[in-house]
């Protein structure tokens, strides 16, 4: 049996008109087909006079108007509504000359019924975006229809939107399940029931609750005796499927996916997921995909998530805003923790000084006393029964904080989320924290439940003690590192030279320090929830012309590692081991040279060799152990300690040999190696699609790493070539290298290699054939990547 709900993707078949008017753009106007989501700002080269400046990436902004027509068939007793996932920003829909409502925030989601302004037949569907306030983001928020839009039609009795609230925990032996359901009643009647199955990870049904309406929440019950818990290594997901009848009629049907799992917080003890202590090994993240702006198909997301995942990551940072639905659908798939956070400002407007602006500041503190509520209830609403999500975060170093009436927005803000949703605590990220000559005031501070701290480290002696001095004034509080410093810059980034800076010092060699410092605090104080580190991928915006980009994550713009990706993993994994050296062996040195060649690992011991000599063995120990049992006994062997560091380093002279790095077991015995080797120059590109085939569907995308090799097959990282890209059975969305100051708009048909890499992002289309993706470079052979297309 079909169902009576009917929901369509409605992102095909659009029209777009950029103007600086905010009248409906004339028929002469540049009107041009494009896709949803779409983020117009990457359509445009970047120019240093954009009012975005460069908190916003020297984007495009302005407004724009989309247009659509589509056929509806209205029919008695049912209702139309369009909902959108997220506009950025100040939208205006209008249905037939008719404006059926809008929105403010850019990243909320909200729906507009649309029932009474259709006709049938022919409708004509208006959306006008006003981002021209600029420069209104500290970073780059895209432009436009930016996530999915969906055309939904219902019974005039129905469930509501984001209306199923489950709350699952384990009691005993048994797992609890409770539903509210919210129900949009055009009349109740004596035979409204509603009744629910839950379906197991296996596709079971495993429980169902029948329910007579008596009002418009219907509250259910049910326990499951053998049931799978969500965690960290399985997260075991089930799906609560309602069907609201009258009688036996189906008038409604919807569905939602929820996790089995316990939390707790405790000031001794930090953070438990079901009953057992885990620190947040986390990141924050901002919302855009490099090249792609704000538009992220949900499989890049995947792939961004897999290598934060591989590099030992387990909790994600929303920053500074509710993010796309499909990130926090993965998380809950792949198994990480979620912080949503809901701001960066509140009533007091923040400068966008980032980028040498010349500018009036724009942004949410103009909206916020009117669109709070609407937007704080929208994104607990709409993410409430994701498992991944821990916490929720009202702000981002919030100006109030200081502030001597500050803690009353926070109460109320508090107080709202925990009436939404009484299971999760609130937290806000804290950036004055003791101090000068401003400090976060505790009045403020007792409005949270967790006391989010960014960058503990940068007021006097707590550049040593961190958090300690704050724990001793207040043990009953609960702490957690919102923000802090990670071992950044440009991938392939090789300074010899080190510079200090607010961020500590530049050289390869020594910008892991204080993000070690940090980790062994982490690591030590059992009180500390954890910690998210800035950042775990490249972002737009934030920057300084010619810049676009920050390079302040852990990966770059495309994905790939940089250098301090390993010093994470190295520190995070457990369950394998890990060897990385860098830097590379192209280095700009004469033979001879003497440079550090750092080591970044968990093994016991680590011995390195330039050519067939040994240098030494080398070895840090962390956390250092202690006696147990008895005087002299130790649980494990001690390790032949030479640093108190949490990575290795030998002084080695520049040359041809290769240099390689053998890690040891406690035992002695060799269980992983690793060679440099000096490359040749650029022999050829090799083009590697990450999925051999993929829907042909119109939406599904597929990514192809590039590579410059050399004759045997190593990357090349300082002969960077250009090469022109075509694409034939499939679209171009855009080709990024990661290299911050590459001003190449996304969908040029040439572009370049960096540090001997880029990516490359196709769409399919919806029709037969296989996309082929051919790339051509001066002195190189043709190289020409196939992904099929199928039917599914």
Known sequence: MSSPRHVQFFGFDWSFAL????????????????????????????????????????????IGWYQKHFHAAPAPGRRVYLLFEGVYMHCDVYVNGQRIGGHAYGYTSFTLECTKALRTGDNEL????????????????????????????????????????????????????????????KDAGPALTLKTRIISPAGDCVAEITSPVTGSTVHQRT?????????????????????LMRGETVLDTDDTRFGIRNIAFTPQDGFLLNDQKVILQGVCLHHDGGCLGAAVPREVWKRRLSRLQDMGCNALRCAHNPPDPALLDLADEMGFLVMDEAFDEWQAMKSKEVGANTHQSRGYSEWFDSCWREDITSMIRRDRNHPSIIMWSIGNEIFEQVSSD??????????????????????????QEKAEPQATRDAFLKELDIVGVNYPDRWRERTETMLLEEKLEHPERLYLGTEDVAVNGPRGDVRLKTEESIWGPTSYYAHMLKAEKLWKFMRTSRFMIGDFMWTGIDYLGEC???????????????????????????????????????????????KGDIYPQIVYTNCFSV???????????????????????????????????????????WDIPFGDEEVTAIGRDQEGHEIIRRTLRRTGPADHLQVTPDLPCIPRDGRSIAQLEIALM?????????????????????????????????????????HATFCGLALA????????????????????????AVVQCITV
């Open 19 to 62: 103007t600086d008017s905010p009248d409906f753009p004339s028929p002469t106007a540049p009107w041009r087909s494009v896709q949803l989501p779409h983020d117009w700002s990457c359509d445009y080269p970047l120019e240093e006079s954009a009012p975005s400046c460069g908190s916003g990436g020297y984007a495009r902004c302005g």
């Open 126 to 185: 208006l959306i006008r975006v006003d981002n021209s306030h600029q420069p209104g983001s500290r970073w780059y928020s895209g432009s436009g229809i930016t996530r999915d839009v969906y055309l939904v039609e219902t019974s005039d009795t129905h469930v509501d939107f984001s209306g199923i609230c489950v709350r699952a925990r384990v009691q005993g032996p048994m797992a609890e399940v409770t539903l509210d359901t919210d129900l949009c009643l």
């Open 223 to 243: 326990t499951l005796d053998s049931f799978d818990v969500w965690s960290l290594e399985n997260p075991a997901l089930y799906t609560a499927s309602v069907d």
């Open 406 to 431: 500050g803690h009353l927005v926070a109460r109320a803000l508090a107080g709202l989320c925990h009436a939404l949703d009484p299971t999760r605590p609130v937290t806000a990220a804290c950036d």
């Open 544 to 590: 300084f012309w010619p810049n676009r980009a920050s390079s302040a994550g852990a990966l770059d713009l495309c994905a790939y590692p940089k250098d301090g990706f390993y010093f994470y993993q190295s520190q995070w994994r457990k369950d394998m081991p890990v060897l990385y050296l860098h830097p590379h062996r192209n280095l700009p040195l004469e």
């Open 607 to 649: 011995e390195l060799l330039v050519g067939n000599r040994s240098w030494g063995v080398k070895a840090y120990e962390f956390p250092f152990q202690g006696m147990t049992q008895r005087w002299g006994h130790f649980d494990r062997p001690l390790s032949p300690v030479t640093t108190g560091d949490l990575h290795l380093s």
């Open 710 to 750: 050399d004759r045997s097959d190593q990357v090349v990282p300082d002969d960077d070539r250009e090469f022109e890209i075509s694409v034939k059975g499939g679209e171009l969305l855009g080709v990024e290298n990661g290299r911050v100051d590459d001003l190449t708009p996304a969908r040029a048909p040439v």
């Open 761 to 784: 992002i196709v769409r399919s289309r919806r029709e037969d054939g296989p996309i082929r993706v051919t790339l051509r470079a001066k002195g190189l052979p043709e190289v020409t």
